[in-house]
């Protein structure tokens, strides 16, 4: 069992303290991130920019404990992770952490339902319940009648969505996305950025690098780092309105056939249906725990 928060950091969900990341040695020593603090609290949407090479996707992955800092301390709901032990941060990455990415990382070969239902496998979710989340996630972003389809036989937008679909299964509470929208189109990227909003309006904690602006607006709160620093830090005033955009945004879905709307291409859905997109969201949803926790790698033809 991860240890849970003590009242020393309040509402704060991830806390980094003059953290550093150092690559190299040498004459080819990198200083990525040079004394970086931030305090992310529950619920909070934020938006990290900056310039190619400025830190950002060195900063999301000490936030996603896929690399561990060489300096200072970071906290997760108050537990320093220098503290945990590896199958303790696996449980963190795949119990606390839903993670998207620019280049999707889906696995070709697999279907929308198998690449959604992969972490309920680490997790070592019985196959029936992992069946039926899977399903739900797919539909709660619109694919449901995607399930059978291969990556390739998606648009990127869909891609993304299926994505957005496996960071969630899990119900984590915190999202973390490295240019989600950095392959999309903008009608994709709207239709993405809603689904992002709902997440917001459900509670998540999301951190978002993005390079671009009007992306960045969506979030509450927009980060610049430059050459390893945080340089500014600013309210958006995006949540104000988010609960508002979220319901138009259902209600646009609920009234357009399913894969039509969006610049989203691809081909037809199988069996030519076209019923209304289902209302399911996670506005609707309590987190579901996963019974039990396996740290034993699985294989991914399950
Ligand atoms: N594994 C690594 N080994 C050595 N240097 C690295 C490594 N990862 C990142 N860097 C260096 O650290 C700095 C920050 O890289 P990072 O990937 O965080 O930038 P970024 O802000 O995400 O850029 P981009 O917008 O291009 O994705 C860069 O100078 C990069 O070359
Ligand atoms: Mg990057």
């Known amino acids: 069992m991860v240890p849970v928060a003590t009242d020393q950091t309040g509402d704060v969900v991830l806390r980094l303290e003059q953290v550093e990341q150092v690559y190299g040695t040498g004459e080819s020593v990198v200083h990525a991130l040079k004394g970086v603090s931030l305090d992310v609290h529950r619920g909070e949407y934020i938006a990290i920019m900056g310039p190619s090479g400025s830190g ?121 996305a490295d240019e989600p929208t950095g392959n999309l189109d903008s009608v994709a990227t709207n239709d993405v950025l809603d689904l992002f ?54 209600a646009a879905r609920a009234a357009t056939p399913v894969d039509q709307p969006v610049a989203d291409g691809g081909a037809q859905p199988p069996h030519g249906a076209h019923a209304a997109r289902p209302q399911t969201t996670w506005l609707q949803t309590t987190p579901m725990p996963i019974t039990a926790v396996s740290t034993v790698p699985v294989q991914e033809t399950a």
């Not at 996630?137 to 869909?158: K, M, N, T, Y």
């Not at 999301?206 to 960045?216: K, R």
């Not at 969506?218 to 340089?231: K, N, Q, T």
């Open 56 to 176: 950002k996707s060195t900063i999301m992955n000490v936030l996603g404990c896929l690399d561990v800092a060489s300096g200072g301390v970071y906290r997760i709901d108050g537990v320093d992770v220098a503290d945990l032990a590896e199958n303790e941060l696996a449980h963190v990455r795949n119990r606390k952490i839903g993670f998207v990415f620019q280049a999707f990382n889906l696995i070709p070969k697999m279907t929308a339902q198998a690449n959604v239902e992969l972490p309920l496998v680490y997790g070592g979710v019985g196959r029936a319940e992992r069946h039926e989340r899977a399903a739900r996630a797919l539909e709660r972003v619109g694919l449901a009648q995607r399930a059978d389809h291969i990556p390739q036989q998606l648009s990127g937008g869909q891609q993304q969505r299926v994505a957005l679909a496996r960071a969630v299964v899990t119900e984590p509470a915190i999202i973390l």
């Open 197 to 250: 909003d709902e997440l917001a309006v459900g509670g998540r904690t999301i951190v978002m690098i993005t390079h671009e602006d009007d992306v960045a607006e969506r979030a509450d709160r927009v980060l610049v780092l430059c050459d390893g620093r945080i340089v500014a830090d600013r309210a958006t005033g995006a949540d104000m309105h988010r609960a508002d955009r979220v319901r138009a945004a259902q």
